[in-house]
């Protein structure tokens, strides 16, 4: 098992910020490629972005990109998500999940989730 555990989420206004963090390992963030998806009722889960862990490069779905970042903070061994000019449909439960494979943005080829984290975004 490899323990993940997400934070930060919230309720916010369309235009405002909310950074999610994604808890774990020293070992598992320096072995792992890493993914934060999104799922709304009703719907499959959704790509949000990635971090891949040999390479250290990241990829986000179109409709984050330019709006959220994904960095890594050492000192705490977190994964983090900075959601800015946060918008309703971006209203979601997020999770951050870890996998061994390269197609990070496919959600079957994850191994370990973390619980998920409600964010709300009012208009």
């Known amino acids: 098992q490899v323990p993940l555990m997400e934070s930060g989420g919230g309720t916010v206004h369309a235009g405002g910020s909310l950074r999610l963090s994604c808890a774990g390992s020293e070992r598992t963030f320096r072995i792992y490629n890493m993914g934060w998806f999104r799922q709304v009722p009703g719907k499959e889960r959704e790509f949000v972005g990635g971090f891949t862990a040999n390479r250290g490069d990241t990829r986000y779905a179109d409709s984050v990109k330019d709006r959220f970042f994904i960095f890594r903070d050492n000192t705490r061994n977190t994964m983090n998500l900075q959601m800015n000019k946060l918008k309703p449909e971006d209203t979601a439960v997020y999770y951050c999940?870890?996998?061994?494979?390269?197609?990070?943005?496919?959600?079957?080829?994850?191994?370990?989730w973390g619980q998920g984290t409600q964010v709300t975004v009012s208009s």
């Open positions: 999940a870890v996998t061994r494979d390269i197609s990070i943005e496919d959600p079957g080829r994850y191994e370990y």
